[in-house]
């Protein structure tokens, strides 16, 4: 069972630059989250999608978009990347109350 | 305003010593609560919840929490540590009535075992 999957899982960007981290779960969850993490601060929610065609926005969802593609895979979209985006971000999905989280992804924006 | 907050952000301990992770909450809602674990390189994995019923819960790798209503805590326990124990900690909350996954985090407690 590969679970949640993520990739990249390291990505160096300029600012300005734009970038897509892809998500893909194969639990057959409905709901998928994007979370950032960095030190000091815990998560914090940027983007989830309760299910198939649907998106909300979290707790820090400016400078991102998302995608729903279907019901595995989950995008999250840095148009314009800025330094105060370089963080660890993590796709997640849940069931039954439990979150499942990819390995991250690691984004330095120089 | 909802919030957890971790009271600890390190706390070293020997090995076979107990330790208890200390979290407190604030929310005017019902609250459902987590403790996730992260070690290093890797995403964070569920030690155990409380949804509702027995304010006492088990978990995972002998960790156990309790749920105060009154103190607003939701501190996590071990009788006694391993080495493999040590890894960051995360305490979070649902509010009622709010998706599920949709988790506010505390900052994280790094516990770092001695041997």
């Known amino acids: 069972n590969a679970g949640v999957t993520q990739t990249p899982k390291f990505q160096v960007l300029k600012t300005g630059q734009s970038m897509t981290l892809q998500c893909a779960q194969d639990m057959n969850h409905n709901s998928m989250y994007w979370y950032r993490q960095d030190p000091g601060m815990g998560l914090r929610l940027i983007y989830y999608?309760?299910?198939?065609?649907?998106?909300d926005k979290g707790e820090v969802p400016n400078g991102y978009n998302v995608s729903r593609l279907n019901k595995r895979e989950f995008s999250l979209r840095l148009e314009s990347a800025a330094p105060s985006q370089t963080s660890v971000y993590f796709c997640?999905?849940?069931?039954?109350?439990?979150?499942?989280f990819g390995s991250g992804t690691q984004l330095s924006v120089l | 305003a909802q919030s957890v907050t971790q009271l600890d952000s390190q706390v070293p301990v020997f090995e076979e010593a107990p330790v208890e992770l200390r979290c407190n909450y604030s929310?005017?809602?019902?609250?459902?609560l987590f403790w996730y674990v992260q070690y290093p390189n890797q995403g964070l994995q569920l030690l155990l919840k409380y949804l509702s019923g027995s304010t006492l819960v088990k978990g995972i790798n002998g960790f156990e929490a309790e749920f105060n209503k009154s103190q607003t805590s939701f501190h996590l326990r071990k009788p006694s540590v391993h080495i493999s124990d040590t890894a960051e900690y995360f305490c979070a909350f649902r509010a009622g009535g709010t998706s599920y996954g949709k988790l506010t985090f505390g900052q994280g407690t790094i516990l770092t075992v001695h041997p």
């Open positions: 997640a999905s849940t069931f039954n109350e439990k979150l499942f």
């Open positions: 999608s309760a299910s198939e065609g649907t998106t």
């Open positions: 929310s005017s809602v019902s609250v459902y």
